[in-house]
């Protein structure tokens, strides 16, 4: 998938490198010379932005040509040739950073997700994102969670009703929160109702509402959440997502409750890149 925007963000990107010229190239580098590259990660990992990597390539100079032999969503190790790039030497060298960029920050993104689905593979519970991601890259950054494995959450405040602590605070009682459930499930029939919940205690209020479809069970031990868990019962909703305080070595056990979901916000806003780089070569003549 390529984002709607990423056409935008490759020319935002490549204004604010290229500024009034690669004075590098321009003076150092022949103008006829031609090279080529092949694109390789120098660790194993996850792919992610491939085909935006390949689009910087092109948006640099359209008479490149690039041939892409791997693709987002698939394990790479080190040395496995992703793609490779034929042409001006000069548009080459120009393009590598912002297309590295892309592409090391999401593979990093997919890599760290792969890592934490497979910490609860073994259970039913499915590894949400959250919005914490880079601003103007959610979409691209949301693709990288799926290319690792993971689930998208709400994609932004349109798509589903997330009522926090903070929300909760504004007025009071649950006949306001029912009342205000059966406006927006009128009005807006598609979207869902996420309540926040930081006790046992307001799970059980909130499984008194209709139309809730999730109940997020915010920072709550894996005791807590398996009440919540038996609380619920056999109903099919809502489904209980889990957040907060959850890292790689505490969500096996967390998974193991019987929750549908855990959130990990550290999926977007604190992965490492993926180490991949350009192996250049100046073409035969």
Known sequence: MVSDNVDELIQLAL??????????????IPEHLRARAVLSPRTKGVLSGVDVAARVFKAVDPTLHTEIYLHDGEAVGA???VMLIEGSARSILGAERTALNFIQRLSGIATMTRRYVKAISHTRCRLLDTRKTTPGY????????RHGGGVNHRMGLYDRAMVKDNHLTTQGGLGHLQTCIFKLKAEKPDVEVELEADKLEQVVSFLTLEGVDYILLDNMSPDQMRQAVQLRGS???PLLEASGGITLETAPAAAETGVDFISFGILTHSAPSLDLGLDFSIASR
Do not use: P, Q
Request: no cysteine; proline share 0%; glycine share 10%.
């Open 15 to 28: 204004a604010e490198d290229f500024g009034e010229g690669d004075v590098t190239s321009n003076y150092f």
């Open 79 to 81: 040395g496995a040739i």
């Open 138 to 145: 959610r979409l691209l950054e949301k693709a990288a969670v």
């Open 235 to 237: 109903r099919a909703t």
